[in-house]
């Protein structure tokens, strides 16, 4: 044995580290760190929004450079500032390392959320090979006054109801309301907190408060008002400072609906008559020290230059009443009197706004301005579009400029009106006679226009006299389309437009005539579309509030929501009714949210109770099953075109389908002895709808004679019939039929569009099936057919005839006859017949969920024989962008794919085998990263992971499918 000396050892040592561990450990401390990042870190669907929800639901999405990459778990800190973020110091929540996918809906489970709290949160992923990767960048959010008695302001107002003028509209005046208050210090934080019965628009130092406009939005003010929180900090300064608010009518007092038109008893003021402001300015000094600023008795008001402000009828604004700088510190308010206070109701909640605020989305400057006789002016936008002009003007004092809204003109260039009905529509500028020009923006009504009508000019207005404001909930976009047909992609344009137009605070109908309501049919029928357009997760956390306040006292839902009682007759329907069912299932679907079946499963079940009593133990409905209600029987297909499907045929239909839904929002939200339930209950309805209304053939019957002469029903003078379109489209896309007869009924659906010489004949309830209806029973040709075709009636004679948005009526306009029902019902910017969307992204682009949230999904694109040659879409989910799109290259077809981080796709490429579709150059059953479930029916079925694919499919042609 060789002994070593201290000395050879050390020498060995040092060798072995050099030659063995240092290369190990170098390698194991520059191990390159997952690319998994967490990004759009978002709080209630928000991005660093103000909350009241003691438990808010947080999600993310997540970026990588690796294709099939996923989160194992994940791991979310929050803390009360962001220096102990920074270093890792949760003092209100470390969730630890949580094992799973989960980048949504995660609750937040620390300590309790108290009022005012700000918190700051970030969050990291592990990836599949169980790296984790950096820590997100970090987001907030921010707790509101979660009780009443956070509340120490009093509701204020000034009854100017005496001072409402004219024969038909008692339109009062807007008052105006101050406070002057001195800060002793430096101000370190302050917030303020204000809500409204009717709109507010609130002041500080002479500065409009935020971006947002008929705040705080419609509700049901009886039951709860929402109110709005903004960081003013920059806002306000030591020493003295004003605050200041106008208030106006709005939903709570002004007009509603079609009211004064059908001579309803209450025409405005249906939930109060005087406007009043609450508010409250909450300012924290940079010592410590707290003071509190509060609406009270001790608040100014008086009434000034908004003469007139009504959202239906308009605005009048009197330059000369204008008070100079009232809202700013040292004014002379000795001529102002004191506020009222109001007393609070008990019963009334006051939460924080949920939804996405109205707000400006783009400016707009007229392309044409065309004299007219008398010294008017018609200026044309180019796009109808809902929102406001702004004025700029010169002229002498006391000048008035009248400004009137359209969508269309006459044929001899005047501008249309009648479809206006009672709504006046018209805003009114008197000038102070400034040298330098005038401008004026209103700011408590809105219009549904492409045209306005200006008069009181003392010259040739420059197209830029007025800039048009396009008004709308700010919902963030989340889907496009695109094709190399320009019509097609007018009638995207013209869908996207009318949405924009009418998701404002509710789900309009339109937003041009006095009606202006959330018609729950048109929601129903146009969800699906609506979600792919824009994130409408927040806008419809809202509105289904809005709609679960207004259920009847009989379990129905209403036909529109709110419900202010406009006509006596206006009950529920069927059709309509549902919405209360299918959009809180199209919102869980859509973004994963359990939550909103949880809040509203006993509403649900209530009106599926209700549905059950009024079958009688038939389980199906039938003529005189709702000769209660006005129409009997309901609305049924609205607006269709030839003889009419049986309403209580379609409420049957309805029935069967949200017992379904019932049946799976059971499921996901622990419910299983009602899942079960509801399971046997749409069996039930299936069955007895089959043994009712069909004949043993697959051809549906109905006992027309039991109709009459249709008197009382919609339409009724066409007949009914159960052998129609939307009667074959209802069934087959609510799963009503089995695969024979399934297909039997798309055999007769084809066959009744060829004998109407290609053209579809569906209304309300019929057109969102349609083209679905005709895509599973394999009639995707004549789907592409009613798409493109350019007769009366369907969406592209819309755009042949100018349309810049859809029209509620097939027959609202021709270029040859002119104009239809404008005096009783003739919207050109109603988005129900534009549910064709919901085919267009999932059909012809084939983007379909599968799991909720989109955490998996499906792509299956139906190529057009002729008439588009290229299609891609995108639409943004809750977990990431999917695109989707083809082309025909000769005799190959080119399929682009991108499937988010932490999702999988089922995507289907139209092929006539499976090697001959090729991924990057490579054969699909070639790539490990590709798995080939099974070829069928013309598509080569694949499963994929998250990433981009270029895939070709060789020799394809459609017209071998």
């Known amino acids: 044995m060789i002994k070593r000396c201290p000395m050879d050892f050390l020498k060995f040592t040092y060798r072995f580290y050099i030659l063995i561990l240092a290369p190990l450990l170098l390698a194991a401390s520059c191990k390159n760190p997952s690319s998994l990042t967490p990004v759009n870190l978002r ?104 009780s009443k008695t956070d509340w120490k302001a009093e509701w204020i107002g000034n009854d100017l109801t005496a001072l409402g003028k004219g024969e038909i509209y008692h339109l009062p005046p807007s008052p105006f309301f101050r406070k002057e208050a001195i800060l002793k210090s430096p101000v370190k934080k302050a917030r303020l907190y204000v809500t409204a019965l009717g709109l507010y628009e609130f002041k500080i130092n002479g500065e409009r408060i935020g971006n947002d406009y008929f705040t705080p939005g419609w509700t049901d003010y009886d039951k709860r008002v929402y109110y709005n929180t903004y960081d003013v900090t920059s806002d306000v300064r030591e020493g003295k400072n004003a605050f200041g608010a106008i208030l106006a009518d709005g939903w709570y007092a002004g007009y509603l609906g079609y009211a004064l038109l059908v001579g309803n008893p209450v025409v405005r003021a249906f939930y109060g008559d005087v406007p009043l402001l ?63 206070v109001y007393p609070c109701s008990a019963e009334r909640k006051i939460e924080s706004y949920p939804g996405n605020p109205v707000g400006v989305y783009t400016e707009i400057i007229p392309k044409t301005v065309n004299p007219r006789q008398g010294g008017k002016y018609i200026f044309d936008m180019g796009q109808n579009f809902a929102g406001v002009v702004r004025l700029n003007v010169k002229g002498n004092k006391g000048d008035t400029i009248v400004l009137r809204f359209g969508e269309m003109l006459h044929p001899d260039g005047s501008l249309m009106t009648e479809n206006l009905r009672k709504a006046r529509a018209t805003d009114t500028y008197i000038l102070k006679g400034d040298p330098g020009g005038e401008t004026w923006t209103p700011g408590f009504t809105y219009h549904g226009f492409q ?62 005539r006095d009606e202006r309501q959330g018609w729950t049919g048109d929601a129903q029928a146009y969800i699906q579309s ?57 919102i869980y679907k859509t973004y994963g949210d359990t939550r909103v079946i949880s809040r509203y499963w006993p509403n649900m079940v209530a009106w599926l109770r209700f549905l059950e009593t009024k079958a009688n133990g038939n389980y199906v409905f039938h003529e005189g099953s709702f000769e ?28 069967a389908y949200c017992a379904e839904l019932m049946q799976e929002m059971a499921l996901a939200i622990g419910e299983k002895e009602d899942a079960g339930y509801f399971g046997n209950l749409a069996a039930k309805v299936k069955q007895a709808f089959s043994d009712y209304y069909t004949d043993g053939l ?85 789907a592409y057919q009613l798409l493109l075709n350019e007769d009366y009636p369907s969406w592209l004679f819309e755009v042949v005839n100018g349309a810049t948005t859809i ?34 992204f999932g059909n012809m682009a084939g983007i379909k969920v599968d799991q909720p949230g989109y955490r998996s999904f499906i792509v299956k694109p139906e190529i057009a024989s002729e008439g588009i040659n290229y299609v891609k879409a995108s639409y943004h989910s809750i977990n990431g962008k999917i695109i989707s799109s083809w082309k025909k290259d000769g005799s190959n077809l080119d399929v682009h794919i991108t499937v988010p981080v932490n999702t999988r796709a089922n995507v289907f490429i139209p092929a006539t085998g499976q090697r001959q579709v090729f991924e990057n150059n ?21 499963e994929i992971g998250s990433g981009e694919y270029n895939f070709t499919s060789e020799n394809y042609s459609p017209a071998a499918m």
Not at 726 to 735: E, L, M, Q, R
Request: overall charge negative.
């Open 43 to 146: 709080t209630e669907y928000k991005t660093d929004p103000v909350v009241d929800v003691e438990a808010p639901r947080l999600s993310w999405e997540l970026t990588s450079d690796v294709r099939g990459q996923v989160q194992t778990a994940y791991q979310i800190l929050v803390a009360t500032s962001p220096a102990l973020l920074a270093t890792g110091q949760a003092d209100l929540w470390d969730s630890g390392k949580v094992e799973g996918d989960a980048t949504n809906q995660v609750e937040y489970d620390g300590k309790p959320m108290k009022s005012r709290s700000v918190c700051f949160w970030k969050v990291r992923s592990w990836d599949m090979n169980g790296e984790p990767g950096e820590w997100s960048e970090t987001a907030t959010w921010e707790i509101g006054l979660l």
């Open 278 to 340: 609450k508010a409250q300015i909450e300012i924290e000094y940079l010592n410590g020290e707290k003071e509190l600023i509060a609406t009270g008795q001790s608040w100014k008001t008086s009434h000034g230059p908004i003469v007139e402000a009504d959202i239906l009828n308009g605005e009048t604004y009197n330059a000369n009443l204008e008070f100079g700088d009232w809202s700013n510190a040292g004014f002379d308010d000795s001529g102002w009197k004191s506020s009222t």
């Open 451 to 512: 045209y306005v009508e200006a008069s009181g000019f003392r010259y040739d207005p420059p197209a830029d006299a007025v800039t048009g404001i396009v008004l709308t909930s700010l919902t963030p976009k989340a889907g496009s389309l695109e094709t190399d047909n320009q019509l097609v992609n007018q009638l995207y344009s013209n869908i996207v437009w009318t949405q924009r137009s009418n998701y404002f605070d509710v789900p309009t109908d339109c937003p041009q």
């Open 530 to 586: 609506a979600a792919y357009n824009n994130d409408i997760a927040a806008f419809y956390t809202k509105w289904l509030t809005d709609l679960n306040d207004a259920q009847r006292a009989d379990n129905t839902y209403p036909i529109y929501a709110p419900a202010p009682n406009v006509r006596a007759t206006d009950t529920y329907s069927p059709g309509w009714s549902e919405a209360g069912i299918i959009c809180p299932y199209t």
């Open 628 to 655: 209660d209600i006005s129409p009997k029987g309901g609305f049924g297909d609205w607006l269709s075109v030839g003889k009419k499907t049986p309403p209580d045929f379609l409420a049957s239909i309805y029935f």
């Open 698 to 782: 697959g051809r549906f019957r109905v006992n027309a004679e039991a109709y009459g002469d249709g008197e009382g029903y919609v339409d009724g003078h066409l007949g009914f019939d159960g052998h129609t379109q939307t009667a074959y489209a209802n069934a087959i896309f609510k799963g009503m039929l089995d695969p024979e007869t399934k297909k039997t009924a798309g055999n007769h659906l084809a066959d009744l569009i060829k004998s109407n010489s290609g053209n579809l004949s569906t209304g309300f309830l019929g057109v969102r099936p349609l083209l679905p209806a005709l895509s599973a029973t394999g009639y995707s040709h004549i």
């Open 807 to 840: 029209w509620e009526r097939w027959d609202s306009y021709t270029k040859e006859e002119g104009f239809r029902d404008n005096a009783s019902m003739n919207s050109f910017n109603h988005y129900a017949f534009g549910s064709v969307n919901e085919w267009m």
């Open 922 to 942: 490579r054969t699909v059953t070639n790539n490990p990263e590709i798995q080939v479930v099974d070829f069928r029916d013309g598509y080569l079925n694949l």
